[in-house]
């Protein structure tokens, strides 16, 4: 599929935002008919990327809105490819507790999809804070725990694309406030690491709930446009 051909600039891509290497190919799978992902993976998206071996699995949905152009199939691929390097770079039983919030956090940061195809700006994600929206990141859960009440009780129209922008918006705010040396060297411990706050207190000298509430202090002194939704 010639489309496709970006594939490999975009691995390179995932490779230099993460300080990490892809310890053997990425494998892709184009799904044929709707359901097959379904089949292949147990769940429904426009693309997944299958926990242990990261594989990638894009839908028949996803691959027809990249004919019309009602997508941007190369975000939706970089989001994608930034699971399927952390997975590669963690064992299968570390990634069945690892903070799914972070895993989303940085696959939104790094494939810069704010405000792509539904998904909120930073600037519109702050503004809806401002309207006191947000799930905190603890919440999210892990593959193992599921996702809390909060998530599944949270109400907001589209409330994932909000909540993939928030966590987005804290990965973004980690990098600014510490530095990306200094996250760099969280991001690869924290694929070993058996505690997951507690490698951020060791590495950022502050605990999560404090940077969260800084977070939380700077999204509410950010200046959003006033023709925000």
């Known amino acids: 599929i010639k489309d496709y051909d970006i594939i490999d600039s975009l691995i390179r891509r995932a490779e230099i935002s993460h300080g990490l290497h892809f310890r053997h190919k990425v494998k892709i799978f184009v799904c044929a008919y709707e359901g097959e992902l379904k089949k292949f993976t147990g769940a429904r998206a426009r693309m997944i990327t299958v926990i242990g071996n990261g594989r990638i699995f894009i839908s028949e949905q996803a ?37 799914q919030w972070f ?11 704010f405000g792509k195809d539904g998904y909120l700006t930073m600037e519109e994600t702050f503004a809806k804070m401002k309207e006191g929206y947000f799930v905190e990141p603890e919440d999210w859960g892990t593959f193992l725990s599921g996702k809390g009440k909060a998530v599944k009780d949270f109400k907001l129209k589209n409330k994932y694309r909000f909540i993939y922008a928030e966590y987005g918006s804290i990965v973004a705010f980690m990098i600014e406030k510490f530095g990306k040396d200094r996250f760099d ?3 690869r411990e924290s694929l070993k690491s058996n505690d997951f706050y507690v490698l951020f207190k060791d590495v950022f000298g502050q605990e999560f709930h404090e940077f969260i509430n800084d977070f939380k202090n700077y999204a509410a002194s950010a200046k959003v446009p006033v023709n925000n939704p």
């Open 185 to 187: 060297r969280f991001l």
């Open 63 to 99: 691959n027809d809105e990249r004919k019309t152009n009602a997508i941007h199939p190369d975000t939706y691929l970089l989001h994608e490819l930034s699971h399927s390097l952390m997975h590669q770079n963690m064992s299968f039983f570390h990634a069945l507790t690892y903070p």
């Open 103 to 113: 895993m989303e956090g940085l696959a939104v940061y790094t494939s810069d999809q």
